[in-house]
């Protein structure tokens, strides 16, 4: 279905959330809880519901004695491939309280530039979801290379709403929406709602989320709103801490209005 109004969301059957790095690891890593209880009830009112998952990379980095993110592409990669497996087990314990299993994911952006590879992807999400699994995603950053990494996992959301024609997409902050400029600064107001095909124009972008620990920021949100609205999806910004509100089609955050189209 299409969802025109933030009154809708309760309807959407088939949901994305996006969630960074900075609002699940280190002090905030007890947010785990609080966005699982939040998807849990979406997944209990009978939507399916996916989970887009920063966050490998920086759960890696205390276990190779690293106190901050590798610049380098092997050491991103070995954090990578120890990090996952614990989040992951982070995320079922969390789960495990509603009685929901989880389902690993993890893609390229060489999968989804092929056709074989998405028509498989397409496949194993449909079917997880129909089993009432919950499919948490994230980049196998394990096997990306520099030249075919999705850059930051708000597109890969982006992607991810299009591949499984999801209802809504909505991309966690650490920040509840987007701002005119930076909010810290004198002046700032929210922007409570975008219509469709609306470039901001002279908007000042700051930072918004992941700051440090991961690669997002309120351009690439807005960037993978635009993928998605374009799809003729609804796009919902909002802060992490306030996702149960979002998800019961709240006032808070930053709405972005879908192409009337839907598009393939």
């Known amino acids: 279905m299409r969802l025109r ?90 789960l495990d309280r509603h009685r929901i299993t989880a389902g690993q994911v993890l893609l390229t952006a060489g999968d989804l530039d092929n056709p074989a590879h998405r028509v498989n992807a397409r496949r194993a999400m449909d079917r997880l979801l129909a089993l009432r699994i919950l499919p948490i995603v994230n980049e196998n950053d394990t096997v990306a290379t520099h030249e075919i990494r999705f850059g930051d996992n708000d597109r890969l959301a982006a992607l991810v709403t299009q591949l499984v024609d999801a209802d ?17 600064l004198s002046g700032a107001q929210r922007i409570p709602e975008v219509p469709y095909g609306d470039l901001l124009a002279g908007i000042e972008f700051g930072s918004i989320g992941d700051a440090g620990v991961g690669t997002g920021g309120a351009e690439t949100k807005f960037s993978a709103a635009r993928i998605a609205a374009d799809a003729g999806v609804a796009v919902l910004i909002t802060e992490t801490s306030r996702v149960a509100e979002a998800l019961r089609g709240g006032d808070g955050g930053t709405w972005f209005m879908p192409n009337p189209t839907r598009r393939a």
């Open 5 to 94: 109004h933030r009154s809708d969301i309760m309807a959407a059957r088939r949901i994305v959330v996006k969630v960074g790095s900075s609002s699940i690891t280190g002090i905030n890593a007890a947010h785990i809880d609080l966005l699982i209880d939040a998807l849990a009830g979406a997944h209990g009112r009978g939507a399916q519901v996916i989970l887009v998952s920063s966050g490998a990379i920086a759960t890696g980095l205390p276990y190779l004695q690293l106190d901050e993110r590798p610049t380098d592409l092997a050491t991103q990669q070995a954090a990578a491939s120890v990090g996952q497996s614990r989040l992951i087990v982070r995320y079922q314990i969390a």
């Open 168 to 184: 809504l997409l909505v991309l966690l902050s650490d920040i509840d929406a987007l701002y005119t400029r930076p909010p810290h």
